[in-house]
């Protein structure tokens, strides 16, 4: 208990520390176009979720970047499973996973713009993000399992699914769930960032790009600690579930 407790205090130190930079910075500046200071960012950040549209605003945002999310962990771990399987596929997905990963997001927003609906560009690119991500770690977790242990399946006549659920899912899941948790946070920053450039309906990164437009620099302030705070849950969310399915685990083999 008394390790939370410094933990706690300790955070509580660096926080404060970094606000009152944060007020320093805006003292010395004097300019409230140019660095506003702390409470008027929580002023702007109170009108900004007192509004009607807020909640919606938020919840269509995070429908956009966990929906990329989801698609996109399907498609990396189906890709590692056949690129496991199939040599060659391995060989031809190699080239595009490396440039997904290599090229700025930016270039494939502008790029998706042209093919897709602006609602559907955040999604997208979320998703796009999220794959090689997921196909990586999922295939070094399939590669990394244990030898011994798919032998004692086979000599156990264990059947494909048997051997997938006893075997290789213990073995992907941890990387699996580190791979996650990175991916998550790729998700919501290339999500928000497509909605800067999108400017679809009902969108934090439109509300960040007209605050912008109309020099409105404490509401832009007040939008960014909103895709902080919102970054911050996902991830505690995401390791929450992780320790939960451990449990879960221990708690079915016990």
Known sequence: MSRRRNNLITKILVFLFWIGVWTAASLAVHQEL????PWTVVFHLYNIIRKGTFLKVVLTSLMRVLGGFACGCAAGIILAVLCCVSPVLDALLYP????????????????????????YVPVFIAALLVTPVIFGNVQAG???????????????????RKTLTKV?????????????????????????????????????GSGMYYSKLYLETADLFAWTVIVIIFSFCLEKLVQYLMRKGKQEEKHNES
Not at 34 to 37: F, G, Q, R, V
Not at 96 to 119: G, K, N
Not at 142 to 160: M, P, Q, W
């Open 168 to 204: 290789y899912v213990p073995s992907v899941l941890p990387y699996f769930s580190s791979g996650a948790l990175t991916a998550l946070g790729l998700a919501w920053k290339a999500g928000i960032a497509a909605e800067v450039l999108a400017l679809p309906k009902n969108a934090i």
């Open 34 to 37: 140019l660095i506003p200071a």
């Open 142 to 160: 399939i590669r990394e399992t244990d030898r011994s242990l798919l032998e004692v399946a086979r000599i156990y006549r264990f059947g494909r």
């Open 96 to 119: 595009p996973v490396r440039i997904i990963s290599a090229i700025p997001v930016t270039s494939f927003i502008i790029l998706v713009m042209l093919w897709l609906p602006y609602t």
